[in-house]
T-cell receptor, first 110, second 113 residues
Framework: DTEVTQTPKHLVMGMTNKKSLKCEQHMGHRAMYWYKQKAKKPPELMFVYSYEKLSINESVPSRFSPECPNSSLLNLHLHALQPEDSALYLC?????????FGPGTRLTVL | QQPVQSPQAVILREGEDAVINCSSSKALYSVHWYRQKHGEAPIFLMILLKGGEQKGHDKISASFNEKKQQSSLYLTASQLSYSGTYFCGTERGGNTGFQKLVFGTGTRLLVSP
């Protein structure tokens, strides 16, 4: 099973809202990733967790707050987002050389 | 800096061949190729490690020229299912337990009947 699941599939939020994105994998992978993808652009790395510790933060604004409660779960907490943060947010996991992506959460900030 | 892919877009008839190139301005440890259909997750195709190897998977193969910092993806006898956007993901370091991928600009491929 090479499945990474993400919820919700779609999310619409106002600039004052607080929401969370959830990512889950049961492949025993010890590295998990958040990417942001704008329309017709490549995915851009935001965060990497390795063995449940934050290993990379690509200078992401503090209104995005990642959390890795355990080796299977990855959350992305959202607060006071801007309209330009509207995008597809992809989660991925890896063990070894290959990253497996989830289907993404399409986020719209009004 | 983001790797540059060429061409930006290509239209094929079913059964035709295509080559997609990925060029980096920096030395690379590995190149990962993905295909993404509209509204879906990127799907892993293959990885090439430095050493100039070539790999193949069914009618899709790839090469990696470490000295030129380039990789090419070869699609032969294209099928309708090959349609999508192809991204190369490049990695400069290795052996850290995770991959810090920088994705290329993307190539949109459309295969028509």
């Amino acid at each position: 099973d090479t499945e990474v699941t993400q919820t919700p599939k779609h999310l619409v939020m106002g600039m004052t809202n607080k929401k969370s994105l959830k990512c889950e994998q049961h492949m025993g992978h010890r590295a998990m990733y958040w990417y942001k993808q704008k329309a017709k652009k490549p995915p851009e790395l935001m965060f990497v967790y390795s063995y449940e510790k934050l290993s990379i933060n690509e200078s992401v604004p503090s209104r995005f707050s990642p959390e890795c409660p355990n080796s299977s779960l990855l959350n992305l907490h959202l607060h006071a987002l801007q309209p330009e943060d509207s995008a597809l947010y992809l989660c991925a996991s890896s063990q070894g050389q290959t990253q497996y992506f989830g289907p993404g959460t399409r986020l719209t900030v009004l | 800096q983001q790797p540059v892919q060429s061409p930006q877009a290509v239209i094929l008839r079913e059964g035709e061949d295509a080559v997609i190139n990925c060029s980096s301005s920096k030395a690379l440890y590995s190149v990962h190729w993905y295909r993404q259909k509209h509204g879906e997750a990127p799907i892993f195709l293959m990885i090439l490690l430095k050493g100039g190897e070539q790999k193949g998977h069914d009618k899709i193969s790839a090469s990696f020229n470490e000295k030129k910092q380039q990789s090419s993806l070869y699609l032969t006898a294209s099928q309708l299912s090959y349609s999508g956007t192809y991204f190369c993901g490049t990695e400069r370091g290795g052996n850290t337990g995770f991959q810090k991928l920088v994705f290329g600009t993307g190539t949109r491929l459309l295969v028509s009947p």
